[in-house]
């Protein structure tokens, strides 16, 4: 498979990109609904010899319809454009979003993006897209615009988890009630954060779990509520030796609060900042300055406030225990998955993508909805 190539802003593509079979969207968090249509993308590619081609957008479009209301991101840019490297796409388009943009209307956004700029052969997009000024282009409104500047359409159904549709939006949902798991399925794989070690206050190690203290590479990125978390812990950006002596993914657990226990005064400064602490099992080494991928697999606990250390120390036991026996459990994690630690989706057992010679059979055969029961 060839090295995914990208475009930024309105860099003008090679010719050998024209005629690509292209979808459009935010794609936060590339979630199973997304992964339909980009898999259904590749296919058809692969079927007519075109290269696949994804549109996507920064900043988020509501950073700039409705700033206030703009939601934090399941997946940052290097998040998003790793995945969609790993998933086979072969060009990616990042569409620079203002306020111009947002004012376009649906005709004028397909002519000039994806006719004059892009020369794009197929269209595929989810059954409920909306694109345009206000959102007011939707499927119907795309197929006639194929007809009339000639190109094709085609909808990929969307993906259902206990029923209901996989959106962005209730992934977010989930995770912001503490559901990782729910989310988890909705996404395809575990959710994560990135971020680099710094330098915390030491009280883990006084208390017999070391933790490493993250700072998050993104403000924007949307962190779970305060806990206590099961997790896995890969190591970036280390050498081929590196990686070579150590296990590319770690068991551990993760601690995100305002340390109560030790900063119950509402007054003091230090109540109010936000700790993001992992305690890796059975690891040695330094870590400061290292970058760490966090994979969320299940809340433990909520945030509690302990009388005294001791209290503590037992109640931090027993979340070891239970991690351990979380983590243990295969098919909740697969970390020999092919690049993993850069956010590669894998293919579940219990899920049905669409066909594509990236699958035995191959062929186009009939598209259908991808469903899990969580």
Do not use: W
């Not at 319809?65 to 934090?72: H, L, R, T």
């Not at 909705?186 to 009280?203: D, F, H, Q, T």
């Amino acid at each position: 498979m060839r090295e995914m190539k990208i475009i930024r802003g309105c860099q003008k593509p090679p010719q050998n990109y024209y005629h690509s079979i292209a979808t459009f969207g935010s794609f936060d968090g590339v979630h199973l609904g997304h992964q339909a249509i980009i898999k259904e993308v590749i296919r058809q590619a692969r079927l007519t010899g075109k290269p696949s081609l994804v549109v996507t957008f920064e900043p988020h479009p509501q950073e700039i319809i409705s700033p206030q209301k703009a939601p934090k991101l399941l997946t940052t840019l290097e998040e998003k454009q790793e995945i969609l490297s790993n998933l086979g796409i072969d060009l990616l388009l990042f569409l620079p979003f203002d306020r111009k943009l947002s004012q376009t209307s649906p005709s004028v956004f397909v002519k000039d993006i994806f006719i004059e700029y892009l020369r794009v052969k197929e269209i595929v997009c989810g059954s409920e897209c909306g694109f345009g000024r206000d959102r007011k282009g939707n499927l119907s409104v795309l197929k006639k615009l194929g007809e009339k500047f000639g190109f094709s359409v085609d909808a990929a159904p969307p993906a259902l988890v206990n029923g209901a549709k996989v959106s962005s939006t209730r992934i977010r949902q989930a995770i912001i009630k503490g559901n990782i798991k729910l989310a988890n399925r909705m996404l395809g794989r575990p959710y994560s954060l990135s971020g680099r070690v710094i330098k915390g206050e030491g009280i883990g190690k006084k208390l017999g779990y070391p933790t490493a203290n993250i700072s998050l590479n993104s403000p924007k990125k949307l962190v779970p509520p305060d806990g206590v978390y099961a997790v896995k812990v890969g190591l970036k950006n280390q050498s081929k030796k590196q990686k070579a002596k150590s296990k590319k993914i770690h068991s551990g657990m993760m601690y995100i609060g305002h340390k109560p226990t030790y900063y119950p005064n509402a007054k003091c400064k230090m109540q109010n900042a936000k700790f993001l602490e992992i305690h890796i099992f059975d690891f040695e080494g330094n870590l400061l300055g290292k970058e760490l991928k966090i994979f969320f697999i299940d809340r433990l606990r909520e945030e509690k406030r302990f009388k005294d250390e001791n209290a503590l120390v037992r109640q931090i036991k027993k979340d070891e225990e239970k991690a351990k026996r979380l983590l243990s459990y295969k098919e909740m994690f697969t970390p020999t998955c092919p690049g993993i630690l850069s956010g590669q989706v894998g293919i579940k057992r219990n899920e049905n993508p669409p066909q594509s010679p990236f699958f035995k059979g191959g062929g186009r055969g009939d598209l259908k909805s991808e469903i899990i029961n969580a």
